[in-house]
Nanobody
Framework: QVQLVESGGSVVQGGGSLRLSCAAS????????VAWFRQAPGKEREFVGD???????YYTNSVKGRFTISRDNAKNTVYLQMNSLKPEDTAVYYC????????????WGQGTQVTVSS
């Protein structure tokens, strides 16, 4: 079992940047796929992007070119760098982990709020 804790959420003006962190404890984190999801008020949870153990990344189209996921396995942490933020990026952001590509995301953090003002 792995425990995940997100941090870094804040209020930021449109066009600004934020970096979210997802710190893990527990079983081997470096071999796991880690994803970022977000959920805006009144909307379903949305996949943002993920990163594999080797650093391979995938992003949903709406954040490509603006968001970057990276990982520091020595610190058991995955980051979500968000640039050129838009009001529609406002949401609670969650990180989640799974043991390999194709498995269910069974481990989730509690979420961190990101609010982008216009």
């Amino acid at each position: 079992q792995v425990q995940l804790v997100e941090s870094g959420g804040s209020v930021v003006q449109g066009g600004g940047s934020l970096r979210l962190s997802c710190a893990a404890s527990g079983r081997s984190f470096s071999t796991m796929w880690v994803a970022w999801f977000r959920q805006a008020p009144g909307k379903e949870r949305e996949f943002v992007g993920d990163i594999g153990s080797s650093g391979t990344t995938y992003y949903t189209n709406s954040v490509k070119g603006r968001f970057t996921i990276s990982r520091d396995n020595a610190k058991n942490t995955v980051y979500l760098q968000m640039n050129s933020l838009k009001p529609e990026d406002t949401a609670v952001y969650y990180c989640a982990a799974r043991p390999f590509m194709g498995a269910d995301y069974a481990n989730w953090g509690q979420g961190t709020q990101v609010t982008v003002s216009s």
